[in-house]
């Protein structure tokens, strides 16, 4: 069986949490505090606020920008449904914005349509936008910021996918263009936790509240007290915040992750890389990168040619059926029932979404995944696809 991505644990990376359980904290310790400052000095940010999720962290970042109930909050139709669902947990209405064909990121120009739109029929206009950093790609930050100063609303980025991705000359993570920026250490992202996340900011407001909405609201520092500080036991909580901490042992292997994010990032962009040559006859249309970037290759995703779905459908249960773990990210996320009860999203808005979701498919690509597991992979695709054409 070839899984769709997997982690990569090292003796190394045993050693840290193995030293981790034998120490004195096993949360709250020194490593949660060495794990945050180690990843926000390599993407370039000020302050990491590491969270037991990157879900909590986007819950967060939405928090912390005051996002609440009245407001609205634009993500990319094709993300993981925790962009947008951070939102709502604040009572925050949520809509969509189309993809870009090439990239299968939030589309600048879709963007502007609706902000446009939204503007001249006076409705609401978004108090945040969430790009989604689509299979570790960049959306075009530059594009979005400028509109963001035009119109008006805070950004959050989700680069769930895309630590050790950059853009022009800076990380993802750097927040040069934006206002929050969002990593997941689930275990197929580029580095893991188990389970964690990690909000990045350069602002030491933003930072403050994520970290009081990260622990129940509570405050233990006496310059912040609101009422009498009666003595050291004492703590305030002064907001209505949560238990989304991160543990010392999860940071333990994080840190030791975060020393190969390069290696990793390299070995995905040589598999990339491989699969360009190995599928360059089948027709399948492979995933560019735009000059400028460096993907992160989180994902290798590919699209059939047939718009009806049934070409995509037939070589998934191909793979599958060889236990090649292809799989399909995302589907839009205005097709769940839930989002689809809220009775606000229709299809027809979101045209290059529809077609790239009928389309795509998720190759294997990890660290560690060997030449003759990319070769199978090849192979099964050019037989069924091979096959495809006789009917
Ligand atoms: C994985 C993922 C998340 C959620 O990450 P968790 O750490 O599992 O909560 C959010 N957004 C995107 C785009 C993701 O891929």
């Given at each position: 069986?070839?899984?769709?991505?997997?982690?990569?644990?090292?003796?190394?990376?045993?050693?840290?949490?193995?030293?981790?359980?034998?120490?004195?904290?096993?949360?709250?310790?020194?490593?949660?505090?060495?794990?945050?400052?180690?990843l926000a000095?390599y993407v370039g940010a000020?302050?990491g606020?590491?969270?037991?999720?990157?879900?909590?962290?986007?819950?967060?970042?939405?928090?912390?920008?005051?996002?609440?109930?009245?407001?609205?909050?634009?993500?990319?139709?094709?993300?993981?449904?925790?962009?947008?669902?951070?939102?709502?947990?604040?009572?925050?209405?949520?809509?969509?914005?189309?993809?870009?064909?090439?990239?299968?990121?939030?589309?600048?120009?879709?963007?502007?349509?609706?902000?446009?739109?939204?503007?001249?029929?006076?409705?609401?206009?978004?108090?945040?936008?969430?790009?989604?950093?689509?299979?570790?790609?960049?959306?075009?930050?530059?594009?979005?910021?400028?509109?963001?100063?035009?119109?008006?609303?805070?950004?959050?980025e989700?680069a769930?996918?895309a630590l050790?991705a950059?853009?022009?000359?800076f990380r993802v993570g750097s927040c040069?263009?934006?206002?929050?920026t969002?990593f997941?250490?689930?275990?197929?992202?580029?580095?893991?936790?188990?389970?964690?996340?990690m909000?990045l900011?350069?602002?030491?407001?933003?930072?403050?509240?994520?970290?009081?909405?990260?622990?129940?609201?509570?405050?233990?520092?006496?310059?912040?007290?609101?009422?009498?500080?009666?003595?050291?036991?004492?703590?305030?909580?002064?907001?209505?915040?949560?238990?989304?901490?991160?543990?010392?042992?999860?940071?333990?292997?994080?840190?030791?992750?975060?020393?190969?994010?390069?290696?990793?990032?390299?070995?995905?962009?040589?598999?990339?890389?491989?699969?360009?040559?190995?599928?360059?006859?089948?027709?399948?249309?492979?995933?560019?990168?735009?000059?400028?970037?460096?993907?992160?290759?989180?994902?290798?995703?590919?699209?059939?040619?047939?718009?009806?779905?049934?070409?995509?459908?037939?070589?998934?249960?191909?793979?599958?059926?060889?236990?090649?773990?292809?799989?399909?990210?995302?589907?839009?996320?205005?097709?769940?029932?839930?989002?689809?009860?809220?009775?606000?999203?229709?299809?027809?808005?979101?045209?290059?979404?529809?077609?790239?979701?009928?389309?795509?498919?998720?190759?294997?690509?990890?660290?560690?995944?060997?030449?003759?597991?990319?070769?199978?992979?090849?192979?099964?695709?050019?037989?069924?696809?091979?096959?495809?054409?006789?009917?």
């Amino acid at each position: 069986m070839i899984p769709y991505g997997r982690q990569n644990i090292s003796a190394e990376d045993l050693l840290a949490v193995e030293n981790a359980l034998r120490s004195e904290f096993l949360t709250q310790g020194p490593r949660v505090a060495e794990f945050e400052t180690a990843l926000a000095a390599y993407v370039g940010a000020k302050f990491g606020i590491a969270a037991n999720s990157a879900t909590s962290a986007l819950h967060l970042a939405c928090l912390a920008l005051g996002v609440g109930k009245g407001d609205l909050v634009w993500t990319s139709a094709i993300s993981f449904v925790a962009s947008a669902n951070a939102a709502r947990y604040c009572g925050a209405e949520v809509d969509f914005v189309d993809i870009e064909p090439e990239t299968f990121n939030i589309d600048p120009h879709a963007l502007r349509r609706k902000l446009d739109h939204a503007r001249q029929t006076g409705m609401t206009l978004p108090k945040v936008v969430i790009p989604v950093h689509m299979a570790g790609l960049s959306a075009n930050m530059a594009e979005i910021r400028e509109l963001s100063d035009e119109f008006g609303f805070r950004i959050i980025e989700d680069a769930s996918h895309a630590l050790g991705a950059s853009y022009l000359d800076f990380r993802v993570g750097s927040c040069r263009f934006s206002d929050i920026t969002v990593f997941s250490f689930h275990p197929v992202k580029m580095i893991t936790t188990g389970e964690g996340g990690m909000c990045l900011t350069n602002s030491d407001h933003l930072s403050a509240r994520i970290q009081s909405f990260r622990s129940h609201g509570i405050t233990r520092d006496p310059s912040e007290m609101v009422n009498h500080y009666d003595g050291g036991w004492y703590y305030e909580q002064q907001n209505l915040g949560y238990n989304y901490r991160i543990t010392d042992l999860q940071c333990a292997l994080g840190l030791s992750q975060l020393k190969r994010i390069d290696d990793f990032v390299r070995e995905r962009n040589d598999i990339a890389k491989k699969y360009e040559s190995l599928l360059s006859d089948t027709g399948l249309a492979l995933p560019e990168v735009p000059k400028g970037t460096l993907s992160s290759f989180h994902l290798y995703i590919v699209r059939t040619d047939d718009p009806s779905g049934l070409g995509r459908k037939r070589l998934f249960e191909s793979l599958r059926a060889q236990g090649i773990l292809v799989n399909v990210h995302y589907i839009p996320i205005y097709r769940h029932p839930y989002y689809q009860r809220l009775g606000l999203y229709r299809a027809e808005d979101f045209p290059i979404a529809e077609d790239y979701y009928w389309r795509c498919l998720s190759l294997p690509i990890f660290p560690g995944i060997t030449d003759e597991q990319l070769g199978d992979v090849a192979a099964a695709i050019s037989n069924r696809l091979g096959h495809q054409t006789i009917f």
